[in-house]
């Protein structure tokens, strides 16, 4: 029978599938029962230093082939997030599933205290994220845009916390492996990719975009293939090991994740259009196509499709 266990920085987990941010990562309970249904490791919802109310409705939409999503970084701040990851910290552990702890800022300077803050709450790994497509009328270009902007915030985030830090990229720009590259020098542990893609949707009938921010970020399986594409490129010039997310939804997809170069497989509006019981079918799903292959661990397969 093929293992799904897997060994990612010194965390053990059960199976290579994390909750992505900003599905159901919002509360103890929630995040448990992701942890009760499968899940290998919870990624909270993303907190900045200040609550936030996010944007208008309608902010999200389940659409023919994926989700698009315009949420607008909806969270409680930073101070009262603590608590809450703290309890969610008690439950997971006991459970031995590991909690990513996900933050933003408007500025590096915000990066270094938030980071600070939400180190109290002892999670297992930080995860930094340099790219939401949604908050660019107020916070300018996302810092994922460029390598050296994404070096800046690794840097103080790495000088601020001994945590480890996975710094998240979006899959938009000309040279992503460049941007983990410049991360990867600056001291992340990790890579997660990636965010969600800025995308439209219009209503030909009101002749007006769906969402009321009029772009969100595009995600589900209409993004796999850019994900997939993006995970490739990084893993073949940075050695660190990377959360690959975007667009996975069975078994099959994990497997093409992970022979793209990915250690840990992210999965978000799977989740979101499924419920938390997606985790147990894809692990079986996954497993299943291993004994069906003769794959027998996770490494046999990660990394495959780019050799
Ligand atoms: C409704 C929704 C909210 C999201 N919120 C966040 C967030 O707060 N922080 C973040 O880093 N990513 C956020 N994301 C992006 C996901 O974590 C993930 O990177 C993306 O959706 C691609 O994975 P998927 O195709 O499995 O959903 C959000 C995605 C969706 C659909």
């Known amino acids: 029978m093929a293992k799904l266990e897997v060994n990612f920085l010194d965390l053990h987990l059960k199976n290579p599938f994390v909750l992505a941010s900003g599905i159901l990562g919002t509360s103890p309970s929630l995040m448990e029962r992701c942890a009760r249904e499968g899940a290998g490791a919870i990624t909270s919802k993303s907190c900045g230093p200040e609550p936030r109310a996010g944007h208008d409705n309608p902010v999200a939409l389940a659409w023919d082939w994926?989700?698009?999503?315009?949420?607008?970084?909806?969270?409680?701040?930073?101070?009262?997030?603590?608590?809450?990851?703290?309890?969610?910290?008690?439950?997971?552990?006991?459970?031995?599933?590991?909690?990513?702890?996900?933050?933003?800022?408007?500025?590096?300077?915000?990066?270094?205290?938030?980071?600070?803050?939400?180190?109290?709450?002892?999670?297992?790994?930080?995860?930094?994220?340099?790219?939401?497509?949604?908050?660019?009328?107020?916070?300018?270009?996302?810092?994922?845009?460029?390598?050296?902007?994404?070096?800046?915030?690794?840097?103080?985030?790495?000088?601020?916390?001994?945590?480890?830090?996975?710094?998240?990229?979006?899959?938009?720009?000309?040279?992503?492996?460049?941007?983990?590259?410049?991360?990867?020098?600056?001291?992340?542990?990790?890579?997660?990719?990636?965010?969600?893609?800025?995308?439209?949707?219009?209503?030909?009938?009101?002749?007006?975009?769906?969402?009321?921010?009029?772009?969100?970020?595009?995600?589900?399986p209409a993004l796999k293939p850019i994900a997939l594409r993006c995970v490739a490129e990084i893993a073949q010039r940075v050695s660190l090991p990377i959360i690959g997310t975007g667009g996975i939804s069975t078994g099959l997809d994990a497997a093409e994740m992970l022979m793209v170069g990915a250690s840990l497989v992210g999965i978000g509006s799977a989740i979101w259009r499924d419920g938390p019981s997606a985790f147990g079918r894809i692990a079986d799903e996954l497993k299943a196509f291993m004994d069906q292959e003769g794959y027998g661990r996770l490494e046999d397969l990660r990394g495959r499709a780019i050799r």
């Open 66 to 220: 994926g989700v698009i999503n315009a949420i607008g970084l909806t969270n409680p701040g930073v101070k009262e997030e603590v608590p809450l990851l703290r309890e969610t910290k008690k439950r997971l552990g006991a459970m031995g599933v590991p909690l990513f702890a996900s933050i933003f800022a408007p500025t590096l300077a915000d990066f270094g205290e938030v980071v600070k803050v939400i180190a109290e709450a002892e999670p297992d790994l930080i995860e930094v994220n340099i790219s939401c497509p949604n908050v660019g009328s107020e916070f300018g270009t996302p810092f994922s845009a460029l390598a050296s902007s994404a070096a800046a915030v690794t840097r103080q985030v790495r000088r601020a916390v001994d945590i480890p830090i996975s710094i998240k990229l979006a899959p938009n720009v000309p040279d992503i492996a460049g941007i983990a590259y410049a991360a990867a020098e600056e001291g992340a542990d990790a890579i997660t990719a990636v965010n969600t893609m800025p995308a439209m949707l219009i209503d030909p009938y009101a002749g007006k975009p769906v969402l009321k921010n009029r772009t969100g970020g595009l995600s589900g």
